[in-house]
């Protein structure tokens, strides 16, 4: 028996699908971060792969955010 997706992921899954936009976000300490747009999740992507080879150490990673029209904010796995 296949198992159901949560409601929460389904919602997000549709946030993601109908972005306007994303921004991607390293916070490398506690006063140092680092944010930039992207107008696609594979220029996101890009972005991340640069930030975490820059600055990633320890297992520190960057998050992608998709931004709704409305101005939600959903992080994508």
């Given at each position: 028996m296949a198992k159901r997706p949560h409601p929460a992921d389904t919602r997000d899954q549709a946030r993601i699908a109908s972005a306007v936009s994303?921004?991607?976000?390293?916070r490398k300490?506690?006063?140092e971060t680092y944010n930039e747009p992207a107008a696609s999740l594979d220029a996101a992507r890009v972005i991340k792969a640069?930030?975490?080879a820059e600055h990633g150490r320890f297992g520190r990673r960057?998050?992608?955010y998709a931004?709704?029209?409305s101005g939600v904010s959903t992080a994508v796995p």
């Open positions: 994303f921004a991607v976000h390293f300490g506690p006063l640069r930030m975490d960057a998050m992608i931004i709704s029209k």
